[in-house]
């Protein structure tokens, strides 16, 4: 099932909002990470930061299950002492290597259809800009809405720049970029796979659940909404 084609005349005030993570492709930031982890430099670093996030799993999970923004502002203090020019080389290989592959069939045709009616296309992610951007020109969309990492002297501290990016915060985020840019929020599509982003989809004048967990699923169903499997 496709998502439905809005009026022309709403088109042009109109925007296509996508999560990245399980709507789009099959990782998550846990695996951009792990990337950046084992490939951050000298062997011994490396695997000495790979151990130190296998053994936060447990951590990250409660975490996640209390806040998704508890879990985001935790897991981004993981990259405390990246470079930003390191960080940025290694964004490029890791689209390559794991997050190209890990795009789900269907969705660059998902993206055209919309595309083709002359929305604007948004990616919104709890992801650092820099790790998306990769995505973000192979998709060819017109904005990203994503998590910045703080940097010193061209070092991250380990701190996000705020507003963070998730759950409800997401939500938000969407009606400010409609509110700066001068779109019709009613006219707007979202796209999210996980019950977390319901505050996203519910702002969102044509949501659609994109592989959607089985509460958001559930959610969907009983409001009507598009559901589109892509896995």
């Known amino acids: 099932m496709h998502p439905s084609v809005p009026p022309a005349a709403n088109?042009?005030?109109?925007a296509a909002f996508y999560d990245v993570d399980g709507t789009l492709v099959s990782t998550n930031v846990v695996h951009a990470?792990?990337?950046?982890?084992?490939?951050r430099g000298r062997l011994i670093e490396s695997a000495v930061r790979t151990a130190a996030l296998v053994a936060g799993i447990p951590a990250f999970w409660l975490a996640d299950q209390a806040s998704r923004a508890?879990?985001?502002?935790l897991f981004y203090k993981q990259y405390k002492g990246l470079t930003k020019?390191?960080?940025?080389?290694?964004?490029?290989?890791?689209?390559?290597?794991?997050?190209k592959p890990a795009i789900f069939?269907?969705?660059?045709?998902?993206?055209?259809?919309?595309?083709?009616t002359?929305?604007?296309?948004?990616?919104?992610?709890?992801?650092i800009d820099l790790t998306i951007l990769p995505l973000d020109r192979h998709f060819r969309m017109d904005d990203v809405i994503a998590n910045r990492l703080e940097f010193v002297d061209n070092v991250a501290t380990g701190r996000v720049i705020k507003p963070l990016l998730a759950g409800g915060t997401k939500a938000a985020a969407v009606r400010d970029y409609c509110s700066?840019?001068?779109?019709?929020?009613?006219?707007?599509?979202?796209?999210?796979?996980?019950?977390?982003?319901?505050?996203?989809?519910a702002v969102c004048g044509r949501p659609t659940a994109?592989?959607?967990?089985?509460?958001?699923?559930?959610?969907?169903k009983s409001h009507d909404w598009p559901v589109v499997d892509l896995k």
Not at 11 to 14: H, M, S
Not at 118 to 127: E, F, M, Y
Not at 180 to 200: I, K, Q, T, V
């Open 11 to 14: 088109a042009a005030r109109a």
């Open 33 to 39: 990470f792990g990337y950046y982890a084992a490939n």
């Open 70 to 73: 508890l879990f985001n502002e």
């Open 85 to 99: 020019d390191r960080l940025t080389a290694l964004s490029e290989e890791l689209f390559e290597r794991v997050l």
């Open 105 to 116: 069939p269907g969705a660059a045709e998902m993206v055209e259809r919309c595309r083709q």
């Open 118 to 127: 002359g929305a604007r296309q948004v990616l919104v992610t709890g992801a």
């Open 180 to 201: 700066r840019e001068g779109l019709d929020l009613s006219a707007c599509w979202g796209f999210c796979d996980s019950y977390a982003d319901y505050p996203m989809l």
């Open 210 to 220: 994109v592989n959607p967990d089985f509460r958001l699923r559930q959610l969907a």
